[in-house]
């Protein structure tokens, strides 16, 4: 019984598994704070974009000539 109460507790497997553990959680928490983190950008940018289209003046074949220019 002593043999086995001495090679339980100098048994390392466990550790090295909780060790994984840890090194894990803390990429998947790095991760979600890096999406959460450029998540808020990208929504700016997606608004600014949509009014940028949907303020601009499209012109038809015929109404090329019409089409103001910037000098």
Same mark, same amino acid.
Do not use: D
């Given at each position: 019984m002593n043999t086995f109460i001495k090679n339980f507790l100098n048994d390392e497997d466990g550790a090295v598994t909780v060790d994984?553990?840890?090194? %894990? #959680?803390?990429?998947? !928490?790095?991760?979600?704070?890096?999406? %959460? #983190?450029?998540?808020? !950008?990208i929504d700016d940018l997606a608004t600014d974009i949509g009014t940028s289209l949907t303020s601009g003046t499209v012109a038809a074949t015929g109404e090329l000539s019409q089409v103001p220019t910037e000098e």
């Open positions: 994984w553990v840890v090194l %894990t #959680a803390a990429v998947v !928490g790095l991760g979600i704070a890096g999406v %959460t #983190a450029v998540s808020n !950008g």
